[in-house]
Nanobody
Framework: QVQLVESGGGLVQPGGSLTLECAGT????????IGWFRQAPGKEREAVSC????????FYSNSVAGRFIISRDSAKDTVYLQMNSLTLEDTAVYYC??????????????????????WGQGTQVTVSR
């Protein structure tokens, strides 16, 4: 079974940057589409970004497009979420999810929580002055 561990969260000032990591154990994450979601207090979990397996396509929500970059290092079995120009609204617990390559990530499916089979425990990102 795939196990995911997020890391890299922390406290950062507005305008700053953080890079989150999603590491996998049990299976090579290169064979999985990996999505990042976040959940702020009192809000529903929302999709942030995804990197597909079939062609390396990447997807971003409108709220982070142009500021966040998702990437994959297959040799390290890790997916990264580089977050730039952070704002107070980016404060949330960030989760990564994984789904096997047989599930084709599309511009519609990637943002659905039910698309993913495995989830990590999350890492806290706090943007504060």
């Amino acid at each position: 079974q795939v196990q995911l561990v997020e890391s890299g969260g922390g406290l950062v000032q507005p305008g700053g940057s953080l890079t989150l990591e999603c590491a996998g154990t049990g299976y090579n994450l290169a064979y999985y589409a990996i999505g990042w979601f976040r959940q702020a207090p009192g809000k529903e979990r929302e999709a942030v970004s995804c990197i597909a397996t079939q062609d390396g396509s990447t997807f971003y929500s409108n709220s982070v497009a142009g500021r966040f970059i998702i990437s994959r290092d297959s040799a390290k079995d890790t997916v990264y979420l580089q977050m730039n120009s952070l704002t107070l609204e980016d404060t949330a617990v960030y989760y990564c999810g994984a789904v096997g390559a047989s599930a084709h990530a599309t511009s519609y499916s990637w943002a659905r929580r039910t698309f993913y089979d495995y989830w990590g425990q999350g890492t806290q990102v706090t943007v504060s002055r």
